[in-house]
């Protein structure tokens, strides 16, 4: 199952708290086409899963995925690094290197 890093952790917080998602919300993680045989990996806040999601929580932070995008990141960790502009995401491999 996907792992949040603790900079992950805060940075879903950071996001979530600045948002009117609610004390229960999060990010949510989902499939967006690119064409027939690419897709990009979406980010968007949600209020709550939507039914079928897989949730994630770390460190009081949320993270629902889409039934399509789950076993995608089952081995992965969501790690972010915070700027001035804001969170930046990163998926990482379970060894820590950047996943492609």
Excluded: C, W
Excluded at 20 to 33: D, F, Q, S, V, W
Excluded at 59 to 73: H, I, Q, S, T
């Amino acid at each position: 199952m996907l792992t949040l890093s603790a900079d992950a952790a805060q940075a879903v917080k950071q996001v979530v708290n600045s948002s009117e998602a609610g004390e229960n919300g999060g990010i949510r993680l989902t499939l967006k086409p690119v064409d027939d045989q690419q897709a990009q990996l979406q980010l968007s806040l949600a209020t709550s899963p939507e039914p079928g999601d897989t949730q994630v929580e770390h460190e009081g932070a949320n993270v629902f995925m889409d039934e399509k995008v789950a076993p995608f990141l089952d081995d992965k960790v969501l790690d972010a690094t915070i700027e001035d502009e804001g969170p930046s995401f990163t998926i990482l491999d379970k060894s820590g290197e950047a996943s492609g």
